[in-house]
């Protein structure tokens, strides 16, 4: 189907005047076409991550893989308030903010099955997507490890001019690593002088692998943490994708015109197991499971949109189009070649710094 083949369509920030001439957020008015589109979207990363899943589990993805499931109210809400030239960096569960930034569930998938035609040529894998062209800055698998490169991307916009900002995904298990109380202290500094555009966002998804936030820090307000770095916060419900975008689109208005960075905690769940290989889950109970997916983001935005007047035929119809969209990617990405030998030589360094700097010593000697 030809017309499924696309990417959850790219989705950008309603551009200049996030409020109204009366300072009044747009997004009081609800827009419920735009939600039906973004229900269709998360549908997609459901699907997507539970085909992704079965993969890895069939053998077919190499590396390591983990999934989104429960959590896609807190990157589709967030990337509402997304603009051109603003950077987005994650961690490795980062599947959904490509999708949603704009790569196309085949590339993605192929890059997931280490095949050529994959995002970043197979080379990356689950954990390391990468698309320059949609703002998407990477995946990366380091607990921790892209805290201060997101910092130095927020500065780096605003030295350049720009009134681009960065949207800083974190862990809650991440926030107990000293790379980002390093990072964020860095971030409260510049701000000051208004030049750290950075909005953190912590996905407190109430564990870090099997260790949960009570048994991994004795202050569980994870948003409080920025107070010791000066950095403004608050927490928003992540299972709600109306609350999250009402969220961001406030506080990115306020990060972009002040150049200080913000921090929200979005408290949400994962649902599936921290990664695709992991069966036991002892550290938490069925019921606790349960209980939470009484909230699950996709259900949750269902029963809105079945309030707000939309025909429970057109949602079963949108999920009927996203399962095609997501069985194509997957044949995609089983038919796809695997990446040629000579590719181990491409890409290890930027080829341009290369030859200028091949030119510099030619002009040298
Ligand atoms: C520096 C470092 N330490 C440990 C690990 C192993 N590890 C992988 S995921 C993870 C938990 C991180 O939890 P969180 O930041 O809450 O992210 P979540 O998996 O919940 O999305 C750990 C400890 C790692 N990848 N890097
Ligand atoms: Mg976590």
Request: hydrophobic share 35%; proline share 4%; net charge negative.
């Amino acid at each position: 189907m030809a017309t499924t083949r696309g990417s959850a369509k790219k989705r950008r920030a309603d551009g200049p005047g996030d409020t109204n001439p009366d300072g009044v957020p747009v997004l009081e008015r609800r827009d419920t076409e735009k939600l039906v589109g973004y229900y269709r979207q998360m549908v997609i990363i459901r699907l997507f991550e539970e085909a992704s899943q079965r993969a890895f589990r069939q053998g077919k993805v190499g590396g390591y893989l983990h999934v989104y499931i429960g959590q896609e109210a807190v990157a589709t809400g967030f990337l509402d308030a997304h603009r051109p030239g603003d950077k987005v960096i994650t961690a490795y569960r980062d599947h959904a903010h490509a999708l949603l930034l704009g790569s196309t569930p085949r590339e993605v998938m192929a890059e997931l099955f280490g095949k050529a035609t994959g995002l970043v040529k197979g080379k990356g894998g689950s954990m390391h997507l990468f698309d320059v062209k949609n703002d998407m800055m990477g995946g990366y698998g380091i607990v921790g490890g892209h805290i201060p490169l997101g910092v130095g991307m927020a500065y780096a916009l605003r030295y350049q001019g720009t009134d681009n900002i960065v949207q800083l995904y974190l862990g809650d298990g991440a926030i107990n690593n000293g790379a980002f109380h390093e990072a964020a202290n860095l971030a409260g500094l510049w701000g000051r002088d208004g030049m750290n555009p950075c909005l953190f966002i912590v996905e407190n998804n109430q564990y870090g692998m099997g260790t949960s936030v009570e048994r991994a820090t004795a202050m569980t307000d994870l948003a409080r943490k920025f107070d010791s770095y000066g950095i403004e916060h608050e927490k928003v419900d992540g299972m709600d994708l109306e609350a999250v975008m009402e969220c961001a689109h406030r506080v990115a208005a306020r990060v972009r015109e002040t150049g200080k960075p913000y921090a929200v905690e979005a408290i949400t769940y994962r649902i599936a197991p921290h990664g695709a290989a992991d069966f036991l889950e002892r550290y938490r109970t069925k019921e606790e499971v349960r209980k939470w997916r009484e909230r699950d983001p996709i259900g949750l935005l269902e029963r809105k949109l079945i309030d707000y007047g939309v025909e429970e035929e057109r949602l079963e119809a949108i999920r009927a189009e996203a399962k095609e969209v997501v069985d194509d990617a997957v044949r995609f990405a089983d038919e796809s070649p695997e990446p040629p030998l000579e590719e181990l030589y491409t890409d290890v360094y930027a080829e341009e710094s290369v030859d200028a700097s091949r030119e510099a010593s030619a002009a040298r000697r």
